[in-house]
């Protein structure tokens, strides 16, 4: 499968954003699907996540009640809504995707998109 992760951009503190994740290849309804940043000098860490159906997700404390992962699966396309922005969530967002279920870690992860890039100014 290939990843297509688009929707950043810059946006004042408390501000929102929806970042999209479009896939082709093989089957995307196959596939947990997970969000993930990096900070610059700092290690990838995971930010959200949501199985095959859409019927399980999962968040990192730092986001709960502020983001909410979604997937159309008719679309081929993860979401990630974001609000609530703060401005330690500035990073290069990637989205992800794995055969192996439902994971909150990086090595959960076969494919990986190219990233976008969210600034979020105080």
């Known amino acids: 499968v290939q990843l297509q992760a688009s929707g950043g951009g810059l946006v004042q503190a408390g501000g929102s954003l929806r970042l999209s994740c479009a896939a082709s290849g093989r089957t995307f309804s196959s596939y947990a699907m997970g969000w993930f940043r990096q900070a610059p000098g700092k290690e990838r860490e995971f930010v959200a996540a949501i199985n095959w159906s859409g019927g399980s997700t999962r968040y990192a404390d730092s986001v709960k009640g502020r983001f909410a992962i979604s997937r159309d699966n008719a679309e081929n396309t993860a979401y990630l809504q974001m609000n609530s922005l703060k401005p330690e969530d500035t990073a290069v967002y990637y989205c992800?995707?794995?055969?192996?279920?439902?994971?909150?870690?990086?090595?959960?992860?076969?494919?990986w998109g190219q990233g976008t890039l969210v600034t979020v100014s105080s």
């Open positions: 992800a995707a794995t055969l192996r279920g439902l994971s909150s870690n990086v090595a959960g992860y076969d494919y």
